[in-house]
């Protein structure tokens, strides 16, 4: 199974881009990136998920290198409610479910006035 | 539409006692996950039911954990008896079924367990 590894913690200020790289040097062919992000005291929450390239959604942009080894979350002018702890997940999404999708540590992020 | 429903927010028991965390997912997900977070660890998986069947339960720690799926709807996950490393947060999640991409993973707000 992939293990993906991320920074700890960002800091950034509101109305700033934020970006956060996520390494999954093992990743797999079948393997989606998707990430997730959870708030003190609720359950974890989709943002995005990518094969390769770039998406795009309402909330944030994921890029994916060729070698698909790396991963970038890319939050556009983030505002005080962004302050989360975001996680990269590798894993096959082919099976018609998740396939023991695995958490890291994450990355805390905290958004300042 | 309702999310993913978790039942009970709280739960505090002392050790040796027994304690069934439920799970309602959203109406017409097949497949039916359970995490746990223990203090200070990362959030790990425990089991997956693709409707009533148990697809994979490798991450389940010890026979002291008993989940089920009955009818494929709601799921219970039973600590007996708990122990005190049993203490955390448990997370239930669906998602929808098909030979496709599975996309989303919905989870719900989690059972905080509290071993005493």
């Known amino acids: 199974l992939a293990k993906t590894t991320q920074p700890i913690s960002m800091d950034s200020y509101e109305g700033q881009e934020v970006n956060i790289t996520c390494s999954h040097n093992n990743i797999a062919t079948n393997d989606y990136i998707t990430w997730y992000q959870q708030f003190p005291s609720q359950g974890p929450r989709f943002i995005i998920q990518g094969y390769k390239t770039k998406v795009t959604n309402e909330v944030a942009s994921l890029f994916i290198p060729a070698d698909r080894k790396s991963s970038t979350l890319s939050l556009p002018r983030v505002s005080l409610s962004d302050t989360a702890v975001y996680y990269c997940?590798?894993?096959?999404?082919?099976?018609?479910?998740?396939?023991?999708?695995?958490f890291g540590a994450g990355t805390r992020l905290a958004v300042h006035p | 539409e309702a999310g993913v429903t978790q039942f009970p927010s709280h739960s505090v028991i002392e050790k040796g006692q027994t304690v069934t965390l439920r799970c309602d997912p959203i109406s017409g997900h097949d497949n039916l996950y359970w995490y746990r977070r223990v203090m200070g660890k990362e959030i790990k998986f425990l089991l997956h039911?693709?409707?009533?069947?148990?697809?994979?339960e490798s991450g389940m720690p010890n026979n002291r954990f008993l989940a089920e799926r009955t009818g494929g709807t709601y799921s219970t996950l039973k600590v007996q008896p708990a122990e005190l490393e049993d203490s955390g947060v448990y997370f239930c999640?669906?998602?929808?079924?098909?030979?496709?991409?599975?996309?989303?993973?919905?989870f719900g707000e989690g059972s905080r367990l509290t071993v005493l």
């Open positions: 997940l590798v894993g096959d999404m082919f099976s018609g479910g998740y396939n023991k999708l695995i």
């Open positions: 999640a669906s998602s929808q079924g098909g030979t496709g991409l599975a996309g989303e993973l919905f």
């Open positions: 039911f693709v409707k009533e069947s148990k697809q994979d």
